[in-house]
């Protein structure tokens, strides 16, 4: 049985641009092997992408400013470094206007009820990586989970984080407390 890879939101915004944060870069390595790892055994790989034109960051005063980032057509939207090189051609890679991706949701579930007619599970697990831990990356962990309740959801510490220390370590234990297994913490 197939192992699912969802890279979420690995974008040139999200590491270097318009909301980049220190430490996102040191992703790239470790994210790239991952994916190469689940290549290398026949497993699936998919990517999330967000496409919002406006997203909202919060100011040391408390204040939500609206962030222009990842809009199509620029160099923010792209994949960052050497993830970007791994895409396929045969890869979904499903553009998002929020933090869940309804598209990654609905293949899912499609996947689950083909899975439900042959009495089996659609994947032997479902690991995400990617940014943002707080934001996106759980979001998207919370419908994997939804769609496909009976396939474990593995998130890697190693290969997500988050602008804030502090929120990553929370999401990480939100997504424990969700039944689901953070792995190299």
């Known amino acids: 049985m197939k192992r699912l890879l969802v890279v979420v939101d690995f974008q040139k915004d999200f590491v270097d641009g318009a909301l980049g944060f220190a430490g996102a870069e040191a992703l790239e390595g470790p994210i790239a092997d991952k994916i190469a790892a689940y290549r290398e055994r026949g497993d699936e790989v998919v990517f999330t992408l967000d496409t919002h034109e406006r997203g909202y960051l919060e100011t040391q005063e408390g204040r939500l400013l609206p962030v222009e980032h990842c809009m199509r057509g620029t160099d923010g939207h792209a ?101 689901m297994q953070v792995v190299n913490r």
């Open 79 to 179: 994949l960052y470094g050497t993830v970007a090189d791994a895409v396929r051609a045969s890869d979904e890679v499903f553009d998002k206007p929020a933090f869940g991706s309804a598209g990654l949701f609905d293949w899912l579930r499609t996947a689950q009820r083909a899975a439900d007619e042959l009495g089996a599970r659609p994947f032997e697990s479902i690991e995400l990586v990617g940014l943002v831990s707080n934001i996106c990356v759980i979001s998207n962990a919370v419908l994997a989970k939804t769609a496909c309740p009976e396939v474990p959801i593995i998130v890697d510490a190693a290969c997500t984080a988050s602008f804030d220390g502090a929120l990553n370590e929370k999401a990480l234990d939100v997504m424990e407390g969700l039944q």
